[in-house]
């Protein structure tokens, strides 16, 4: 069993910035793509980033290139969205995800990853 947990998130007004934290646990943690996805209020939940497992692969959706980043530092289990030039419709729950496709790829359908956490609010607003 993986787990993942979210932090970071909080209010912020537009132009800000935040990174959030997914940290994962559980058996081999390291071998696993991990997506960022957010679901504002009536809307579907939507891929924003993911990074394969080994780092080298990175994916974005095109509302969020230029100011979202994903990283993944492996020693600590832990996968970094630094958001940038924060604008109102970012506003949402944003969820990590973990695949546990065998590749070293990653897709942004939210039907392929297998562990999900509980999500961190991220509102902005001024």
């Known amino acids: 069993q993986l787990q993942l947990v979210e932090s970071g998130g909080g209010l912020v007004q537009p132009g800000g910035s935040l990174r959030l934290s997914c940290t994962v646990s559980?058996?081999?943690?390291?071998?696993?793509?991990i997506g960022w996805f957010r679901q504002a209020p009536g809307k579907e939940r939507e891929g924003v980033l993911c990074?394969?497992?080994?780092?080298?692969?990175?994916r974005y959706a095109d509302s969020v290139k230029g100011r979202f980043t994903i990283s993944r530092e492996n020693t600590s289990n832990t996968v970094y969205l630094q958001i940038n030039s924060l604008k109102p419709e970012d506003t949402a729950v944003y969820y990590c995800?973990?695949?546990?496709?065998?590749?070293?790829?990653?897709?942004?359908?939210?039907?392929?990853?297998?562990?999900w956490g509980q999500g961190t609010q991220v509102t902005v607003s001024s």
């Open positions: 995800a973990a695949d546990s496709r065998t590749d070293d790829v990653c897709v942004l359908n939210r039907l392929t990853y297998d562990y």
């Open positions: 559980g058996l081999t943690r390291n071998y696993y793509a």
């Open positions: 990074i394969s497992r080994s780092g080298r692969t990175t």
